[in-house]
């Protein structure tokens, strides 16, 4: 709920490059090939990485880089070049996502009985759905609170302000694979030696 919630504030980012940049919806379409092309690399990695490192690694390595992309890209500001403040953090935004997506789903499923698993995957694509819901519209009210007076510097501040909400909803899900994912298949592991 938390990782799928945060990156709903990740749509700001369309609105900045086109209101700050003047770029057109087919560039700032373009804008995200980095986090695209990076998040597509890596996640056809993970199945053999789970292999080689297991689950909680993985994922715990996925949030913390999508954590890290996240408080990067949060820092817009009106004269944030490109490449350096939109285009690396979103290397860093989808390498994350590539390591987390398929690894936080199997989590979510992970010990459910086989008579049980069609549920319990429906379980986890509605929390997917109400934290995505939700989470976009606390950050658009929060977004919604800052002013400067200026319409560029307005949606600069704003995304700024949507996003360092978006890195705070990844930092507490690092606190909850921490807290839950990691000791849950620890324990499991330790089961079935």
């Known amino acids: 709920m938390l990782y799928m919630g945060a990156m709903m504030g990740f749509f700001f980012t369309a609105q900045f490059v086109q209101s700050v ?25 993970v199945p053999r990485l789970l292999e080689w490192v297991g689950r909680p690694l993985v ?7 999508t954590t890290l992309g996240m408080a990067w890209l949060s820092r817009l500001g009106l004269h944030t070049p490109y490449p350096t403040g939109v285009a ?30 069609g ?13 995505s819901a939700l989470s976009l519209s606390i950050l658009t009210a929060v977004a919604a609170s800052v002013s400067t007076g200026h319409a560029a510097a307005d949606i600069a501040a704003r995304s700024g302000t949507a996003l360092t909400g978006s890195a705070v909803l990844l930092a507490l899900a690092v606190v909850t694979v921490l807290a839950l994912i990691v000791p849950a298949r620890a324990t499991h592991l330790e089961r079935s030696l």
């Open 88 to 117: 690396l953090p979103m290397v860093l935004i989808g390498a994350g996502q590539g390591l987390t997506l398929a690894p936080l789903t199997s989590s979510g499923v992970d010990g459910v009985a086989p008579a049980d698993a």
């Open 119 to 131: 549920a319990g995957s429906g379980l986890v694509n509605s929390v997917h759905q109400i934290g």
């Open 59 to 65: 994922l715990l390595t996925g949030v913390v880089l």
């Open 21 to 45: 940049y003047h770029w057109t919806p087919l560039q700032a379409g373009l804008s995200f090939l980095p986090m695209t092309l990076v998040n597509f690399v890596l996640a056809v990695q």
